[in-house]
């Protein structure tokens, strides 16, 4: 998905240059050039980053980025005049990601843009995984980025393996026929047998017993099903 940038900049030459090499690199870029629509314009819609200038006429980058601060925590990037320690901190201070000033490289301010948006991005995947994970014993499932953890370390899953260890551990100690699993993760109008489920099983057991000596984590009930053990 594309991503999006928003730029509030009084220099109209400084603002059309950033936002060609921007877009030459792949963002879709909007700009302002005043601090009072360059607000409303970032509290109104989604940016993956702001490039905010300090003086800006209406009000300066300082208050926008203090109040963007109270609404939303979108990645702010100064880029100033302004090159003293002081204004500096204010500007981190306030809530501000990174900090470039005049005159500055413009392929370097095409790095930051993409380290800063990589890291939040990253932060924000881990928030997510930290919300949708699971930890049953030894093992550590992450939903949103579908990894799997046995003893800290990773096993590689096909996508219908963890669905299926996903919906087991999520109901431990409950035992579900090879049927019920099989319309749970493939779907009742899906073509196939159920003895599917059974090699799946035996290949999540390969990936996770083997990393995990002596212990059994999906336990077979014979004649009904299988279970995992909580």
């Not at 220099?11 to 601090?35: F, R």
């Not at 109270?70 to 990601?97: H, M, R, Y």
């Not at 093992?139 to 953890?149: E, G, M, Q, T």
């Not at 669905?163 to 100690?173: H, Q, T």
Request: with cysteine.
């Amino acid at each position: 998905m594309e991503k999006r940038l928003l730029i509030i900049e009084d220099d109209s030459l400084i603002a059309q240059l950033e936002k060609e090499y921007l877009t030459a690199n792949g963002y879709s870029v909007d700009v302002c050039a005043d601090g009072i629509s360059g607000l409303n314009v970032a509290l109104n819609a989604d940016y993956n980053l702001i490039i905010l200038d300090v003086m800006l006429p209406g009000i300066d980058g300082f208050e926008v980025c203090r109040k963007l601060r109270e609404k939303k925590n979108t990645p702010v990037l100064f880029v100033t005049a302004k090159q003293e320690p002081d204004d500096v901190i204010e500007g981190l201070t306030l809530g501000a990601d990174d900090y470039i000033t005049k005159p500055f490289n413009f392929r370097e301010l095409v790095a930051r843009v993409d380290a800063r948006i990589a890291r939040f991005d990253s932060i924000v995947s881990d928030k997510i995984d930290e919300l949708e994970t699971i930890e049953p014993g030894c093992i550590k499932l992450c939903k949103s980025s579908r990894r799997v953890f046995v003893e800290g370390k990773e096993v590689s899953m096909t996508n219908k393996e963890f669905d299926l260890l996903w919906y087991l551990a999520s109901n431990p100690n409950t035992v579900f026929s090879k049927e019920e699993l099989f319309n749970e993760i493939w779907g009742y109008d899906s073509m196939g047998e159920t003895s599917t489920v059974t090699v799946h099983i035996n290949r999540i057991r390969d990936k996770i017993d083997k990393n995990s000596v002596g212990i059994q984590h999906i336990e077979t009930i014979w004649g009904t099903g299988y279970r995992f053990i909580g």
